[in-house]
């Protein structure tokens, strides 16, 4: 399926970490917790997420929210574990540095399953499906993806965004950034024509009718959640309680927060 929203929700830059929760002093490295999980931190399910990236992540009055940062909350929570957020970036996230660095668990951070993604990471089942969206200022003459020629075209480095740029956008000059904050900063200020990114956050670029989505691209592409291969435990207790949100109604809850009718 295919979602949409019209709620607009920027945020600033986040730096550095943000603990969600009140943290305890775990030692660095994995460690064996009570529930029989391998974490980084004992007690502490250690996420990390690329942020800003609204809907999915972004920070408001001093803590991390948004449909990945309400998910992993309760799944935490289910795990009787306590939630600690890191802002990371994403290609460290994609490739996989920072989980087997030790820095997280878990990532979060609107993370599209793809094979090649699959062969350095483990991911919980899917839960949510994408598209990609070609975002550009209202009244421009881009209509689509056939009329980039010429064009400077913004994405989000190691994204699957920058991939379908990369391999349809004929002529155009693709110039990635390390975020999605640096991107729209880009398309304000008219060092790019035009941004090709997930269809969710392109439409949080609306707003007042300044921007307009000009084009949307059927991608089939599902998020999930990005573990360390091998920790299979982990995959399974993620699998566990994103069942149980859905079972239990927390899931359609969740995301009609941010993607219902009324949230737009």
Known sequence: MLHKTRKAALAALAVGTLALTACGGGDEGSSESASGLDLVNDGQLTVCSDIPYPPFEFEENGEYTGFDMD??????????????????????????????????????????????????????????????????????????????????????????????????????????????????????????????????????????????IAEEYPTDESYGFAMMKGNDDLVSAVNEQLAELRENGTYQEIYDKYFSEAAQ
Do not use: W
């Open 71 to 212: 998910l992993v909350r309760e799944i935490a929570t289910g795990m009787d574990l306590e939630l600690s957020v890191q802002a990371v970036g994403f290609d460290g996230l994609q490739s996989g540095t920072v989980l087997s660095a030790g820095q997280c668990d878990l990532g979060a951070s609107a993370i599209t399953i793809t094979e090649e993604r699959q062969e350095r990471l483990a991911f919980s089942d899917p839960y949510y499906d994408s598209l990609q969206s070609l975002l550009v200022p209202a009244g421009s003459d881009i209509t689509g993806i056939d009329s980039l020629s010429g064009k400077r075209v913004g994405v989000q480095q190691g994204t699957t965004g920058e991939a379908y740029a990369n391999e349809n956008a004929e002529g155009a000059e693709i110039v990635a950034y390390p975020s999605d904050a640096e991107l729209f900063l880009a398309l304000q200020s008219g060092g790019i024509d035009a941004i090709l990114q997930d269809l969710p956050v392109n439409i949080g670029h609306v707003g007042e009718g300044e921007y307009e």
